[in-house]
Antibody, heavy 120, light 112 residues
Framework: QITLKESGPTLVKPTQTLTLTCTFSGFSLSTSAVLVGWIRQPPGKALEWLALIYWDDDKRYSPSLISRLTITKDTSKNQVVLTMTNMDPVDTATYYC????????????WGQGTLVTVSS | DIVMTQSPLSLPVTPGEPASISCRSSQSLLHSDGYNYFDWYLQKPGQSPQLLIYSGSSRASGVPDRFSGSGSGTDFTLKISRVEAEDIGIYYCMQALQTPYTFGQGTKLEIK
């Protein structure tokens, strides 16, 4: 059974750095073709893809956020960490991590999401 | 970036009736391997998104067979053969052919 859970601060101040951790179970991020992605959703708005990390440590980022994002994995801890620098109120959103068995097969497991509010 | 455009954005449906949602991409999602890198998701109220369809037409595990996906290249359709009350929520299409992955605006399905 695959599960993912996001954790991190619920409130950050503008200009601060956000660090979110996705802790997962039921799969290994060292298994060929597996990847984990981060997606966010501002309140009442559509989903926005942010970043993903592959089993072989290859990484991809949203071009509009690439200067602010870093994604890493700790295979031994079954965790994926996303950091976003220079937070702004427009970054207020629910942040999700999700599992993808391969590029072709969809994000088939999602975390419950964590709402991050950016406010002074 | 590949732009994904859904229609309609709002879809009132009577239970038991069929429903259809369209998604068009700004460039073909058909890879040279013969697969379309295209997913459909449903986000029920207050929940995380759930995968319905991947590769354009493959139903995800546990998804009722009243949901079907079709299309190739730039035009895709999600069909619900008979809408049930539990199907309400926002439906999103997403392309995974290239990063950045991009989502459609979402189609809100509501019961009449």
């Amino acid at each position: 059974q695959i599960t993912l859970k996001e954790s991190g601060p619920t409130l950050v101040k503008p200009t601060q750095t956000l660090t979110l951790t996705c802790t997962f179970s039921g799969f290994s991020l060292s298994t060929s073709a597996v990847l984990v992605g981060w997606i966010r959703q501002p309140p009442g708005k559509a989903l926005e893809w942010l970043a993903l990390i592959y089993w072989d440590d290859d990484k991809r980022y949203s071009p509009s956020l690439i200067s602010r994002l870093t994604i890493t994995k700790d295979t031994s801890k079954n965790q994926v960490v996303l950091t976003m620098t220079n937070m702004d109120p427009v970054d207020t959103a629910t942040y999700y991590c999700a599992h993808r068995r391969s590029i072709l097969t969809g994000f088939n497991y999602w975390g419950q999401g964590t709402l991050v509010t950016v406010s002074s | 970036d590949i732009v994904m455009t859904q229609s309609p954005l709002s879809l009132p449906v009577t239970p038991g009736e069929p429903a259809s949602i369209s998604c068009r991409s700004s460039q073909s999602l058909l890879h040279s391997d013969g697969y379309n890198y295209f997913d459909w998701y449903l986000q029920k109220p207050g929940q995380s998104p759930q995968l319905l369809i991947y590769s354009g037409s493959s139903r995800a595990s546990g998804v009722p067979d009243r949901f079907s996906g079709s299309g190739s290249g730039t035009d895709f359709t999600l069909k619900i053969s008979r809408v049930e009350a539990e199907d309400i929520g926002i439906y999103y299409c997403m392309q995974a052919l290239q990063t950045p992955y991009t989502f459609g605006q979402g189609t809100k399905l509501e019961i009449k």
